[in-house]
């Protein structure tokens, strides 16, 4: 298996509206990273988790909280969003050691109203 | 992690070889050069890397330079499928470190 999946593929939420996306990988990897990409803009990185533990935050608002419950999932959590925080989050896992290349996600389209 | 140039769009005929170039004058010796393409509304996609030695695998050859400042990345018989956005990545090899995309090149393969 040498996918990640993400979910859902589109979301729509209001600005009071909580929701989660979900990002799982069964590669054994131990990197998973979220990032935010504008349209026609080059993805843009979030945070990272390395070994289940946060290690990068790009100074991200905090109403974008990440969770990193096992070594396979990954989450984001959102509230309270604004309508320019529309954009599509790409999730990526890495294995550890060499190599490292990040393998990505389909990502999650989604529309703040 | 040092700085990439790339053009920022190139067409390519269908079938012939695309050839993408890079430039990372700033590269330091123990950072490596990875390419990663993006088809429409898909996630990122790893294509190759290499550290100084010329590299090939079943999608592409990543020729780098003696000298390790610019880099081609090689598609040697493009199909349409190929069009993407490519970019070029040189980054330290360490768990847990970030990739930092810049604008990339938006390859057209052409009928």
């Known amino acids: 298996d040498t996918e990640v999946t993400q979910t859902p593929k589109h979301l729509v939420m209001g600005m009071t509206n909580k929701k989660s996306l979900k990002c799982e990988q069964h590669?054994?990897?131990?990197?998973m990273y979220w990032y935010k990409q504008k349209a026609k803009k080059p993805p843009e990185l979030m945070f990272v988790?390395?070994?289940?533990?946060?290690?990068i935050n790009e100074s991200v608002p905090s109403r974008f909280s990440p969770e990193c419950p096992n070594s396979s999932l990954l989450n984001l959590h959102l509230h309270a969003l604004q309508p320019e925080d529309s954009a599509l989050y790409l999730c990526?896992?890495?294995?550890?050691?060499?190599?490292?290349?990040?393998?990505f996600g389909p990502g999650t389209r989604l529309t703040v109203t | 992690d040092a700085k990439t140039t790339q053009p920022t769009s190139m067409d390519c005929a269908e079938g012939r070889a695309a050839n993408l170039p890079c430039n990372h004058s700033?590269?330091?010796?123990?950072?490596?050069v990875y390419w990663y393409r993006q088809i429409h509304s898909q996630g990122p996609q790893y294509i190759i890397h290499?550290?100084?030695n010329n590299e090939t695998n079943e999608m592409a050859s990543l020729i780098i330079t003696e000298d390790r400042k610019s880099s081609t990345l090689i598609l040697p018989h493009a199909t349409l499928r190929d069009t993407a956005v490519y970019y070029c990545?040189?980054?330290?090899?360490?768990?847990?470190?970030?990739?930092?995309f810049g604008p990339g090149t938006r390859l057209s393969v052409l009928p």
């Open positions: 700033t590269i330091s010796g123990n950072e490596y």
């Open positions: 990545i040189v980054r330290v090899v360490s768990h847990g470190q970030n990739f930092v």
């Open positions: 290499g550290l100084k």
């Open positions: 590669m054994g990897h131990r990197a």
């Open positions: 988790y390395s070994y289940e533990k946060l290690s």
């Open positions: 990526a896992s890495a294995r550890a050691g060499s190599g490292d290349e990040q393998y």
